[in-house]
């Protein structure tokens, strides 16, 4: 049986893995993702300059007035939605998506459907 240390530790070094290859630029920012067992957040990074130009979670106001639940598939809908929104915003439209060492699977593969379906191109 795995403990939970040692699949965090897998996580870890899948993430590493990962973002040896994906690195956002000016032109086309990183869409981070991160899933926890509760909670799915998202966020547009300049890797180049270090910071985030957008960001949307399962703990926004909007997303809290919708009455969705952030540890399922439909919330993570939702969060992609924002994150696209907020994304075309700022000027935005094409992005690297990083799915932070998790399977794209499940939330994290709705999450990334739902911001194309809105607008991102990835």
């Not at 909670?39 to 960001?55: F, K, S, V």
């Not at 696209?84 to 915003?89: G, M, T």
């Amino acid at each position: 049986m795995i403990n939970r240390k040692d699949r965090r530790l897998a996580l870890k070094q899948k993430h590493k893995s990962v973002r040896k290859k994906v690195y956002g630029t000016a032109e086309r920012p990183r869409m981070a993702v991160f899933r926890s067992l509760n909670h799915i957040y998202a966020q547009i990074i300049n890797d180049d300059l270090g910071i985030t130009l957008a960001a949307a979670s399962s703990l926004d106001a909007e997303f809290k007035a919708a009455e969705l639940s952030g540890g399922n598939i439909e919330g993570a809908k939702k969060v992609g939605e924002l994150i696209a929104k907020r994304a075309l915003e700022k000027g935005t439209t094409q992005v690297v998506y990083d799915r932070g060492g998790s399977l794209y699977h499940g939330r994290v593969a709705a999450l990334a459907e739902a911001a194309r379906e809105a607008g991102l191109d990835f």
